[in-house]
């Protein structure tokens, strides 16, 4: 099984997601969903940025370009800090690809660290 296909399953099973109730939220077949989970398939830009939506999870993350982390926040609350981050300093972080993907790994990096101080204490 490819990295992706078991990612995809991996992150569906985490949030206790049937492909069935996937389908529901994404619009994307349960067939079509079982393809990817099984390799028989690769998913379309726009499906994996619905996917990795839901499951709370890069795109990277899924195709294997980011090791797993013992800790991550889920995708959705980095895109909020960041939306606070944008109007509190009336600035836009998504112009440019390189400027978006440090602040998401930075902030990543951060909670990660915040993490682990609070559980070696």
């Given amino acids: 099984m490819s990295s992706l296909a078991s990612r995809l399953k991996k ?3 985490n949030k206790k997601l049937t492909q069935v109730s996937v389908a529901d939220k994404t619009g994307i077949n349960n067939k079509t969903l079982s ?3 099984n390799a028989v398939s ?6 994996l940025k619905a996917l990795a939506s839901l499951y709370d999870v890069s795109i990277d993350w899924l195709l294997g370009n980011e090791q797993e982390r013992a800790y991550a926040l889920p995708e959705s609350e980095i895109e909020h800090i960041i939306k ?5 300093y009336n600035v836009n972080l998504r112009d440019d690809p390189m400027v978006l993907a440090s602040m998401k790994s930075l902030i990543q990096s951060l909670a990660q660290a915040k993490k682990g101080q609070s559980e070696n204490r």
Avoid: Q, V
Avoid at 84 to 88: A, F, I, R, V
């Fill in 11 to 13: 992150a569906r099973e």
């Fill in 35 to 37: 393809g990817y989970e």
């Fill in 42 to 47: 690769e998913p379309d830009y726009d499906s």
């Fill in 84 to 88: 606070e981050t944008e109007n509190k």
